[in-house]
C-alpha cells in the first residue's frame, strides 16, 4: 500500500468512525468504531519515514458537522454549575478522552496520566515518566492525545531535561489500566529559550492530523520575535501526519510544505501561547494567553485557514503592541479575535475549553466555555459560522483552572490545578 493509499483509508475510517457516533448515538459508539478501524497501531511500513516528508495529496476534510440536536437556549437564560466528579489529583493540567474507551484521563503536571471510571470512582495510574519531565511553572507534562483510528497510540507533550519540549508516542492498550513505560518513538523536540510559554496543547483534528502548539518561547514581549518568524516552530501551532507507524509526514497543503518560506510543520503562526485550543466539526477554537493587557478568542475554519497570521508580537489581541492603542490586525492580513477580555478586577490568563455537545445541560448546547486561570470567572459564547452571536459570563465559579476536558458523550469537564479537583459542568 502506498502513503497515499494509506492517508485515504485512514481518512475513510475516521469519518466513517465519527458518523458512526453521530447516527448511532454514544451508546453504539464503540460497535460503530469496531467496524471501521483496528484499535492497535497503525501497520508497520519498513519504508516509514524517519524524518518529516510532505505526504501526497491535501488532508481530506471527512468530519461531519455535529449530529442533530436541540439548538440549545437563550445563552442569558442559561445557569450552569461544576459539581464534583473526582479529587486528589497532582497538579491536573488537561483531562482526555479516548474512542471505546468511558474512562477519562487526568493528566497531571509532575509527569503522570491518571485513568479514571466514568463516575470518578476508580483510578489508575497509567503512565509515569516524572523521572524525565522537568516540572514547575509552566513545565512539566502538558497535554495528552488519542489517535482517534487507532486509540491505543497515546501522543505525549512535556518538558524535559534542559526545558526542551518533547512529543513521544507511547502504548496504552484498548482495556489496559498500564501503558508501556518505554515511548514508541519521539516525534518532535523543541529547545525552549524560557521556561514559561511552552504552550503544550495536542489535539487531533477533524482531518486525522495531529495539531501542536508551541508558545513563543517565553520571557515578556517574545524578545526574539519568534511569532513573526517561520523559521521555528516557537508562536506557532503544527500539522503532522501521524497515520505511519514511525516517523510523520507533512500534509501538502501545509503553508510551508515545501520548506520554502518556513518550517513545513507550521499551520498557523504570530501566536502568543495557544495554552489550550479544540476543534468544533472544521471549527477550530484557540485561546491565546496574552501578554499585559489583553486575552484572546480566535475562532477559524481548519479547512482553510493553513497560513494564518494571528498577529503576534504586532497586536495583543485588538490592540496594538507593545503601544497598547486600539488597532485592527485585519488591516495587515491578521485574524481578528471574535472575543477579547482584559485584565482588570484581577483577571490574567486565559484557559480555553470545548464547545458543549453534551446532555447534562442541554440548554448549553453549541456554547464554547473558557475561563481566565486568575479569577476562575467562566464565560460561554455561540459562534456556529465563525461570528459570535450570543455571549454569557456564568461568573466567578471555575478556581484556578488549568484546562477543560470533554468525553465521548460530548459533556464538559474542568480542572482545578491548585485544588487538585476536576469538576463536571452541569445544571444547577
Known amino acids: 500500500m502506498t502513503l497515499a493509499q494509506s492517508r485515504l483509508l485512514r481518512g475513510a475510517r475516521l469519518g466513517a468512525a465519527r458518523l458512526g457516533v453521530a447516527r448511532l448515538g454514544v451508546a453504539s459508539f464503540a460497535a460503530a468504531l469496531a467496524l471501521t478501524a483496528c484499535a492497535g497501531a497503525p501497520p508497520a511500513s519498513p519504508s516509514a519515514p524517519a524524518s518529516p516528508t510532505v505526504s501526497p495529496g491535501p488532508s481530506p476534510s471527512l468530519a461531519p458537522s455535529p449530529s442533530p440536536s436541540p439548538s440549545g437556549a437563550p445563552l442569558d437564560q442559561v445557569q450552569i454549575a461544576l459539581a464534583p466528579w473526582a479529587g486528589g489529583f497532582d497538579h491536573p493540567v488537561f483531562v482526555a478522552s479516548r474512542p471505546m474507551d468511558h474512562r477519562l484521563f487526568v493528566v497531571e503536571q509532575p509527569g503522570r496520566v491518571v485513568a479514571v471510571s466514568a463516575d470518578g470512582s476508580l483510578r489508575q495510574v497509567v503512565l509515569d515518566i516524572t523521572g524525565r519531565v522537568t516540572y514547575g511553572g509552566e513545565r512539566g507534562l502538558l497535554s495528552i492525545a488519542f489517535d482517534p483510528v487507532y486509540p491505543s497510540r497515546m501522543f505525549v507533550d512535556f518538558t524535559g531535561a534542559g526545558g526542551t519540549s518533547y512529543v513521544e508516542e507511547y502504548r496504552l492498550p484498548m482495556g489496559a489500566w498500564a501503558a508501556d513505560p518505554e515511548p514508541v518513538q519521539t516525534l518532535l523536540t523543541q529547545a525552549q529559550p524560557y521556561a514559561n510559554h511552552n504552550g503544550g496543547q495536542l489535539q487531533f483534528g477533524p482531518d486525522g492530523d495531529l495539531y501542536i502548539g508551541f508558545g513563543d518561547g517565553g520571557s515578556g514581549g517574545d524578545p526574539h520575535g519568534n511569532g513573526q518568524n517561520t523559521a ?55 485561546a491565546d494567553v496574552g501578554q499585559d493587557r489583553v486575552e484572546e478568542v480566535d475562532v477559524v475554519n481548519s479547512t482553510t485557514a493553513a497560513g ?27 485574524v481578528v479575535p471574535v472575543s477579547t477580555y482584559g485584565h482588570d478586577g484581577g483577571k490574567c490568563s486565559i484557559t480555553g475549553g470545548y464547545v458543549y455537545r453534551g446532555d447534562a445541560v442541554p440548554g448549553l448546547w453549541g456554547t ?61
Open 368 to 428: 464554547y466555555l473558557y475561563a481566565d486561570y486568575c479569577t476562575g470567572e467562566v464565560w460561554g459564547l455561540r459562534a456556529p459560522n465563525g461570528a459570535v452571536t450570543e455571549t454569557r459570563a456564568f461568573g466567578a465559579i471555575g478556581g484556578h483552572v488549568s484546562s477543560f476536558g470533554v468525553d465521548n458523550a460530548g459533556n464538559i469537564y474542568v480542572a482545578d490545578v491548585s485544588a487538585g479537583t476536576v469538576t463536571k459542568v452541569v445544571a444547577p
Open 232 to 286: 521555528t516552530l516557537l508562536g506557532k501551532i503544527l500539522r503532522i501526519d501521524v497515520s505511519a507507524a514511525r516517523g510523520y509526514t507533512i500534509p501538502a497543503d501545509n503553508p510551508f510544505a515545501d520548506g520554502k518560506g518556513g518550517r513545513p510543520e507550521i499551520w498557523a503562526y504570530g501566536l502568543r501561547n495557544p495554552w489550550r485550543f479544540s476543534f468544533d466539526g472544521n471549527q477550530l477554537f484557540i
Open 308 to 334: 494564518d497570521n494571528f498577529g503576534w508580537n504586532i497586536v495583543e489581541g485588538n490592540l496594538c503592541y507593545p503601544s497598547g492603542k486600539p488597532c485592527s490586525g485585519a488591516d495587515r492580513g491578521f
